[in-house]
Structures are given as structure tokens and as C-alpha cells.
């Protein structure tokens, strides 16, 4: 009873969190400085999906996730699409529910940033792969899906948190460097986004620079967090 008591709750404040924005985001003050956000402070996804994100810090019981727990390492709480039904290349892939090589179709993440400065910012994300078959992530900007976001991948490091910015491409499935970025067209706000690619993919946080430099371990202090009833202008 107190577990059925507990799922409860746990989904009333998924719906709760997700079913309408925040009001709040993210600035970027200055050319070269860098924004870091946490997964977990996404403003919202929609509900009712065939998979969603959840804090690891607040999982339901019962839903498909073959890994442990990894919160010793990640920055706070982090996120992670579920159910996870292809953990091996032996699992069967089901596309539109444990894979999607489209952008924008499934679990879409959304952070409202407020950008001072327009131009081309390398998306880095710090991430925890157990394998092949959870190392995949899309980043869209406002709505829009460029090939400059589509199929991040990391390859090399699994077991352990770790900073890409690679895309994948049918020649190098380990990804190519300098190719995952999203250029921002002017001024103002904007909403960068993030849709699953592979499920079981576990989120910690990202960053956008100007510069392509991987962030050092856990990575720079997170950026200011604004509170506000609306964007400005």
C-alpha cells in the first residue's frame, strides 16, 4: 500500500511539473561565456508519451531500466528516458518507442535561454552510457530540428559520466567533432530542446560556448537561473 501511495504521488507531480512551463530561463550575458544548464531544470515535456524523462531521485517503481542507479558522479539529480527495452543490439529496436533516428518525435526536453548575443554555439552534454545502445540524443532550436543537432553520440568512455559533442554520421559512428552546434539567429529568447534518440539515456546537463572546448570534469558552476512571468523582450 505505501509503495502504490508513493507511485502515486510520484506521477501526480510528473504531470504536475510537466503540464505547463515554469516561467523561467536561462541568460546568456556575454559572446564568450559560457551557459550551463542541468537537465533537470527544464522548463517542460510534454506528458503521456510513449517514453519520458524522469529525475532518478524521483522514478516510479516498475518502470524497465536494467542500470543502477549512477546519481554518485552526476551534478544534483539527473534524468533518464524510460522504459529502457534495448539495452543490448540483441534487443529488438522498435522505431517511434526505443528508437528514433527523427528528431522531435519523442520525450522533447524544453529550455527557455534568453541569448544576448546571436552566432554558432557547440552543444556539449554530459551524459552516462552503459553501451551501444543508450549513447543517443538529438538538440533542436525554437521548434527546429537543423542536422547540425541531430544524432549525438558518444563512443569510448561507457560506465562513467562524460562531456560530447560528436555527431554521428554513416561513415563514423563514433561520431565527428565540430559538427554538433546550433546557430542562433538573433537576440532574444529562444528555446533550445532535446529529443530522445535511444532510450535509456541518461542526462545530466549541457552546455552551449562559442568555443568547441570540452568542459573538465563535472564542468563550470551552472548559469544564473531567472525567475520571471514572462521572457524578455
Known sequence: MKSILTNTLLVAGLLLLTSCPRLRYFTVQAAQEDIVVEAEDFDRFP??????????????????????????????????????????????????????????????????????????????VRAYYTGTEDNGLHVGIDGEWPASGQRMQWCGQPNQWHWESKQRTEEEHCGVERQIYLDVPAAGKHIVQFSMREDGFEFDRFLLSMRYQRPKGQGPVKSKLNHSARLPD
Not at 76 to 101: K, M, V
Open 47 to 124: 506528458i503521456g508519451e510513449i517514453r519520458n524523462w524522469y529525475n532518478n531521485q524521483w522514478t516510479p517503481e516498475g518502470l524497465q531500466d536494467a542500470d543502477p542507479d549512477h546519481g554518485e558522479g552526476a551534478v544534483g539529480s539527473y534524468l533518464e528516458i524510460l522504459p529502457d527495452t534495448r539495452q543490448t543490439h540483441a534487443d529488438p529496436l522498435i522505431h517511434g518507442e526505443n528508437f528514433s533516428n527523427k528528431p522531435g518525435v519523442l520525450g522533447v526536453l524544453e529550455y527557455p535561454i534568453f541569448f544576448k548575443t546571436p552566432g554558432r554555439y557547440y552543444v556539449w
